[in-house]
């Protein structure tokens, strides 16, 4: 079966340290994007692509960055990580058009920055 | 732009016993709403949508939800909960004919807890 995996699952890290998320996923799906999920603010928009080579900007874009090599991969990137990003992240992917398309989420990375 | 309230943060109810979880919407143009379900330590998934046609819309696990317009509300509801619908639902919307995926807009979240 098709699916979208993330890894690691958890990660306690440094303030400073930079910190990679993977996200593979086989469904073949153009689109993927990165979300953070905390108390009270439901999930927010990180980083998102159409394709190959394609990256945008989120509404809160702020000291992380993604690259997309191959269809199926979305890595996550945080540059000097800071307590501030601890959080639960999550990666989806879609087909079609995005915003009538279902996203297909991953089972998400806990990160605790110290 | 588009805001989602989801009102209830926490809802408890008695298994068997029937749910509504609230979200109401804000948007200046048309737009296509959803409901995400969040089980214990996994990832989203689809529960329903709304994209146009019937304004009831039914989903998976039982659930469904109404689409009202004038009053910009998507309410979820399932006449007779069970303990495995346990879980956090998300509210989402999305304008019509938008294609920027920054345009999909997830409430805060209502975690739904089954009592026996």
């Known amino acids: 079966d098709a699916e979208i995996t993330q890894s690691p699952r958890h990660k306690i890290t440094e303030t400073g340290r930079q910190v990679t998320l993977a996200c593979h996923q086989t469904?073949?799906?153009?689109?993927m994007f990165w979300y953070r999920q905390d108390l009270g603010h439901g999930l927010r928009l990180i980083h998102y692509?159409?394709?190959?080579?394609?990256?945008n900007k989120g509404e809160v874009s702020d000291g992380y960055s993604v690259s997309r090599s191959n269809t199926e991969d979305l890595p996550l990137t945080l540059e000097s990580a800071a307590s501030s990003q601890t959080s639960v992240y999550f990666c989806a992917s879609s087909e079609g058009t995005v915003n009538t398309g279902e996203l297909f989420f991953g089972e998400g990375s806990r990160l605790t920055v110290l | 732009a588009q805001s989602v309230t989801q009102l209830d943060s926490q809802v408890p109810v008695f298994e068997e016993a029937p749910v509504e979880l609230r979200c109401n919407y804000s948007?200046?143009?048309?737009?296509?709403l959803f409901w995400y379900v969040q089980y214990p330590n996994q990832g989203l998934q689809l529960l329903l949508k709304y994209l146009s046609g019937s304004t009831l819309v039914k989903g998976i696990n039982g659930f469904e939800a109404e689409f009202n317009k004038s009053q910009t509300s998507f309410h979820l509801r399932k006449p007779s909960v069970h303990i495995s619908d346990t879980a956090e639902y998300f509210c989402?919307?999305?304008?019509?004919?938008?294609?920027?995926?920054?345009?999909?807009?997830f409430g805060s979240g209502t975690r739904l807890s089954i009592r026996p």
């Open positions: 692509s159409y394709g190959v080579q394609d990256t």
């Open positions: 989402a919307v999305t304008p019509l004919g938008g294609s920027s995926a920054s345009k999909i807009i």
């Open positions: 469904w073949n799906h153009n689109n």
């Open positions: 948007s200046s143009v048309s737009v296509y």
